[in-house]
């Protein structure tokens, strides 16, 4: 009795792996097993068939050679092109077209740093909070803790300090001395 | 032919590293913001006090002004300025005040001296020049230290004389 | 392609270390070896011979220039075709075409037929292989270049995915369905003798 690991109803699976097995790029025991299936399931070997014989067409039209005029000129122009590769650094539009072309991330990084810092300054102002004037010298929800923790005069002034009669709010007041 | 070279469409991949970076820096932004230095936000309202009839004051100023005058004896407080900065602590913050005998000679400085917690820390300077004998000579009018509560009640600095009455400086803090 | 393989990786390396070292003639020899087949891989993908020579040598070129990049981890015939491919389909989405059979194209065989309703029971070999032609330049540009890399260069899924940055499972998944658009774009021309 024949060992399969692809019954009848896998037919869809190794018509699928048909492709991989004409190239030859399939595991050896997964190999076996295919053509283990083949033996006994006509459908997928005219697919087979079918396969190899489409395999031999399109090798046969795709192969197209290099006409000879282009085939001696190509080292010129490949030259050409270095060299203008190599030209002086160019700071235009093309150069940094060609810096990017190699490190195509480099716009994706380029972006990410342009975008985080622009969403870093926006949030800056955004999440800056605006204290608005105070317009109540009322408590606003929180303690009045204000502490003057130390205050002194000029040599031409002397200060006093004092709360409202609520005893919410510090004052400092400046008495400045007469000229003479 | 003109090779096309550049592609933005270099695939899902970069697209989405691109995404994936910006989502992972975007919980960070506040404390990336904040790691650099601390900050205080700064905001004095400059008041005009004087027993002179004037204009009737803001109406958004009405309850600020009914308390001033609570405490301090005069009829009238005119706005005149309501300037407001960012500073980081250590760093002093400077700010015009209207009268003194040198023209622009009279400075308010303001430097957050430390943050703890809620509570900031401000060193508050009254400075003004003074023509002594021909020249230009800064005295302090008022030095004091100050403890306030980030977005909590401000501090009154009043008393320097200007025109007819005195300035009356309304000193508020808050450290984002 | 007459060389085997091994000889020609050998010769590759040395070849390319000569170049690193400022020795362009051995980069001549290594374009004249592979220039055959990066102008055919270019010229499956995008169908057009003007457009195939320019991006074959500006692969080329770019090969050059960056050459002090190339570690020779792969093959340098893999990295050439690695920059050859993208910049091929690079072309194709920028013309912004899928199915790429220009007018003017010589293709040297390819002319756009009429298909009969009634086919010859077998066609004339020309005729088959401007049909086969014609069925490949309907493919979309990744799955001709996949095509052409295993059934013209003879290169393995691993060679090609590492080409192609993309996964075995993704060359195999693209071969596959690149032969059964053809086979059913040929219809009866594929069906076994």
Known sequence: MKALLFGRSDCSTVVQRLGAYVDGQLHANRQKQLEAHLGDCQRCTAELQRLLTLRDHIRGSLAVSLPGEDAARFWDNVERKIHKAKAPPRWGVDRFREMFWFYPKLWWASAAVLGTTVLLFTADLVLRPSIPPPTSLAPMGVPPRTVVESVEGGPNSSVVLFSTPDQQLKIIWVLERERS | ?176 | ?193
């Open chain 2, 1 to 176: 032919m003109t090779t096309q070279r550049f592609h933005l469409a270099s695939g899902w991949r970069g697209r989405g590293l691109v995404i994936v970076l910006i989502l992972v820096l975007l919980p960070f932004l506040r404390p990336i913001h904040l790691a650099a230095a601390p900050t205080v936000v700064l905001q004095a309202q400059i008041f005009l006090a004087s027993n002179q009839p004037g204009a009737a004051p803001d109406a958004r100023l009405a309850g600020l002004i009914a308390q001033l005058r609570k405490a301090i004896p005069y009829s009238n407080f005119l706005l005149l300025a309501a300037p407001s900065g960012r500073t980081e602590v250590g760093k002093v913050w400077r700010t015009e005040l209207p009268g003194g005998e040198v023209q622009r000679g009279r400075v308010l400085e303001l430097t957050p001296m430390a943050i703890d917690r809620a509570a900031i820390q401000i060193q508050a300077r009254v400075v003004q020049a003074r023509i002594v004998q021909g020249k230009s000579v800064s005295e302090t009018l008022v030095d004091t230290t100050l403890k306030l509560q980030s977005g909590g009640l401000p501090v009154v600095i009043g008393g320097p004389q200007y025109q007819n009455g005195v300035l009356v400086i309304v000193i508020s803090a808050s450290a984002p």
């Open chain 3, 1 to 193: 392609m007459g060389s085997t393989p091994e000889r020609e990786t050998t010769d590759d390396h040395e070849l390319v270390l000569r170049t690193k070292l400022g020795d362009r003639s051995a980069f001549e020899i290594l374009v004249s070896r592979y220039q055959d087949r990066a102008y055919n891989v270019a010229y499956q993908i995008l169908r057009h011979h003007e457009d195939a020579l320019d991006v074959a040598q500006e692969a080329f070129a770019r090969a050059y220039v960056s050459i002090a990049r190339f570690q020779g981890k792969a093959g340098f015939y893999t990295w050439l075709y690695r920059i050859l491919v993208n910049l091929a389909i690079d072309q194709t989405r920028a013309r912004g075409r899928h199915n790429p059979v220009p007018r003017d194209d010589p293709e040297r065989e390819v002319a756009l037929r009429e298909m009969t309703a009634d086919p010859a029971a077998t066609l004339e070999t020309k005729e088959l292989r401007q049909q086969i032609a014609r069925a490949v330049a309907c493919l979309p540009a990744d799955q001709r270049a996949a095509l052409t890399l295993r059934e013209i260069d003879g290169l393995s899924y691993q060679e090609i995915a590492r080409i192609m940055k993309c996964s075995n499972g993704t060359v195999m998944s693209r071969l596959y369905a690149a032969r059964q658009k053809l086979q059913r774009i040929l219809g009866h021309y594929a069906k076994a003798q």
